[in-house]
Nanobody
Framework: QVQLVESGGDLVQAGGSLRLSCVASTRTFANFAMGWFRQAPGKEREFVGTINWRGTSSYTADSVKGRFTVSRDNAKNTVYLQMNSLKPDDTAVYYC???????????????WGQGTQVTVAS
């Protein structure tokens, strides 16, 4: 069983930055690809970004490309989501997830965190 705990969510002004963290409670963290998803009120869960187990390959959704970056530190069992130039449309609960490979599909992730709220004020 893998437990994931996100942190770093906050209220921020448009144009600001936040860095989300997700810590995994497993000795096999380096075996997992990690993903970030978000869900706004009344909307479906949306893919944000993903990174492979070594941290050598990653990609983000078109809606956040050039603004958000996914990275990881396997020594700390942590994956990060650096969010810059935030917009009100980025307001959502952000979730991290662990799975066997890079994917933009939520169904391909086996473990999920409880989420952290990001609110961007205009």
């Amino acid at each position: 069983q893998v437990q994931l705990v996100e942190s770093g969510g906050d209220l921020v002004q448009a144009g600001g930055s936040l860095r989300l963290s997700c810590v995994a409670s497993t000795r096999t963290f380096a075996n997992f690809a990690m993903g970030w998803f978000r869900q706004a009120p009344g909307k479906e869960r949306e893919f944000v970004g993903t990174i492979n187990w070594r941290g050598t390959s990653s990609y983000t959704a078109d809606s956040v490309k050039g603004r958000f970056t996914v990275s990881r530190d396997n020594a700390k069992n942590t994956v990060y989501l650096q969010m810059n130039s935030l917009k009100p449309d980025d307001t959502a609960v952000y979730y991290c997830a662990a799975g066997p490979h890079l994917s933009a599909l939520a169904s391909e992730y086996d473990y999920w965190g409880q989420g952290t709220q990001v609110t961007v004020a205009s």
